[in-house]
């Protein structure tokens, strides 16, 4: 693997290295490479990617917290259809990053909304409600940058509201209640400096992807393999690089009003099965040319599905057609590599049709 500029092996401890990737780094001095030219439609290999270090967990009612920290990084805001960069501005310090799961199940927790304070001493140095984020090796989490009054112990108050998705089976009845949980960060120049930077030459800007971060003390945001969902898998079809993965229940599970089949659809990245939430599905069902389904499918997180987009229809049969309308793209930013992919700077997402085998 080639790489431009001072490539050195560092052993860090502490900080979150590529699983299955090399270890060499180059060090932050380098600077930001600019964003590829040339990018496909879709996702593509980034020019750089950054480390973090783990400042802290906690738990508070039904969530566990993770707040992680790295570098600044530039990043693309998603508003409806619009998609816009931020780049990196002169007092940022940190990225700060956050996750919420579940404790009892692993399973991250998407559309809870989060808001960070930073205290220092007892005074507020900065707040904002962080961005949910999509990144290749971190996969969906919270994030945004953050200037700091220099070095020294910080507390974060992460503070998530009522999770609004649907929720079902052992899910149903919890993540209804806002929470706080604090965390205190002790922030340096010498620890930030310690974090990996690597910088990519030949891959970037080529179909592709980094792989996952290597996370102990954090459960990915991977969506279930396809041989794990529950019910019989219809099949699945790609729509600029989402992959919508159909799978069709003999019932609703618990929390899902109706009767007849459950249609689930399950939405993860082309490479790494990263789960991609916030966004709006419809789906239509035709069988012999007469309509059997048409309409949305609901943000629903469960247990054994995972976060999905369903609705009950009235039966799933060989031969039918389901077609996928996505009708708002996923409403998260993009870090670099995914911002040409689900919608980004894409004119929109295509419809896709699975013929049920």
Same mark, same amino acid.
Request: aromatic share 8%; hydrophobic share 35%; glycine share 10%.
């Given at each position: ?14 900080? @979150? ?39 802290? *967990? ?5 969530? $566990? ?34 996750? #919420? ?7 991250? @927790? ?11 001493? %007892? ?37 998530? %509201? $009522? ?8 899910? !149903? ?5 806002? &929470? ?10 010498? !620890? ?6 690597? #910088? ?34 219809? %099949?699945? !079809? /790609? ?11 003999? *019932? ?7 009767? %007849? ?5 399950? !939405? ?5 099965? /990263? ?7 419809? =789906?239509?069902?035709?069988?012999? =040319? ?7 499918? $609901? ?10 987009? =369903? ?11 389901? *077609?996928?309308? #996505? ?21 929109? /997402?295509?419809?896709? &049709?699975?013929?049920?085998?």
């Amino acid at each position: 693997m080639k790489r431009r500029g001072l490539l050195r092996s560092l052993a860090l401890a502490g900080t @979150l290295p590529l699983a299955g990737c090399s270890t060499l780094v180059e060090t932050r001095a380098a600077g930001v490479p600019p964003v590829p030219e040339n990018r496909p439609d879709g996702i593509y290999h980034p020019s750089h990617v950054e480390g973090m270090k783990m400042a802290g *967990t906690a738990s508070s009612g039904d969530y $566990a917290f993770g707040l992680f920290y790295s570098y600044p990084h530039r990043f693309w805001n998603v508003n409806g259809d619009s998609v816009s960069l931020t780049e990196i501005e002169e007092d940022d310090a940190v990225h700060l990053m956050a996750s #919420v799961w579940d404790p009892e199940t692993g399973t991250v @927790l998407p559309d809870t909304g989060l808001s960070l304070e930073i205290y220092r001493d %007892g005074s507020l140095v900065s707040q904002e409600a962080i961005y949910p984020m999509l990144s290749q090796p971190m996969g969906f989490h919270y994030g945004a940058n953050f200037g700091l009054e220099g070095e020294g112990t910080y507390d974060v108050r992460l503070s998530v %509201g $009522a999770m609004s998705t649907r929720r079902t089976g052992a899910f !149903a009845g919890r993540f209804g209640d806002p &929470t706080t949980a604090e965390i205190p960060f002790e922030y340096s120049e010498a !620890a930030k400096n310690e974090i990996s930077f690597e #910088v990519f030459d030949e891959e970037a800007a080529t179909p592709g992807a980094v792989d996952p971060m290597s996370m102990d003390a954090l459960p990915n945001a991977f969506a279930p393999l396809e041989s794990d969902l529950p019910g019989r898998v219809l %099949g699945s !079809a /790609m729509s600029n690089d989402a992959k919508l993965v159909a799978t069709a229940l003999e *019932t609703p599970p618990e929390g899902v009003e109706g009767d %007849g089949p459950y249609l689930a659809v399950s !939405a993860r990245t082309r490479y790494n099965r /990263m789960v991609i939430p916030a966004m709006a599905l419809s =789906g239509t069902l035709t069988r012999d =040319g007469e309509t059997v389904y048409d309409g949305e499918l $609901a943000r629903t997180l469960d247990p054994d599905l995972g976060y999905h987009y =369903g609705a009950v229809v009235d039966g799933v049969e060989s031969g039918d057609e389901l *077609t996928l309308s #996505v009708t708002v793209q996923p409403q998260t930013a993009r870090h670099e590599g995914y911002e040409t992919a689900f919608g980004g700077l894409m004119d929109g /997402m295509p419809d896709v &049709t699975i013929s049920v085998a």
